[in-house]
DNA sequence: TTAATGACCTATC
DNA sequence: CGATAGGCCATTA
């Protein structure tokens, strides 16, 4: 079924590993910028978390946010680390160089 | 069917 | 510069 979650899922599993990708970002790839509520609201229900890495997912800011239950905020930190993203002072990822284009 | 909520973003004061 | 309000879409009650 080609809901507006499917969409939504499939840029978020686009997301290259190393990379990370805003909630606007990911609602303009799906088709429609105003899916910014929608993202939020799609990756909450995460049906299926060990293919889609909302982990992977940040706000603008370039944090992660607080209701992240997926296995604590270190988590999420841990795994985008592995993958080598830096993190700034400040708790947040450098968007400016880790931020994904779009593109594979 | 109407009303309310949400892992957001942008504009305005 | 910091805080507040509004708006969009889909889901739930």
Not at 36 to 60: D, Q
Not at 66 to 72: P, Y
Request: proline share 6%; aromatic share 12%.
């Amino acid at each position: 079924m080609a809901s507006t979650f499917e969409m939504i899922y499939q840029v978020v599993k686009k997301i290259p590993s190393g990379k990370v990708a805003t909630y606007g970002q990911i609602a303009l790839l799906a088709g429609n910028p105003r899916w910014v509520r929608v993202v939020g609201y799609a990756l909450h229900v995460n049906p299926n978390p060990n293919e889609i890495p909302c982990f992977r997912v940040v706000n603008r800011e370039g944090k992660l946010s607080s209701a992240f239950a997926f296995g604590g905020e270190n988590q999420q930190r841990f795994l985008l680390e592995a993958e080598g993203v830096e993190f700034l002072p400040d708790g947040r990822v450098d968007l400016q160089r880790y931020l994904w284009n779009g593109i594979d």
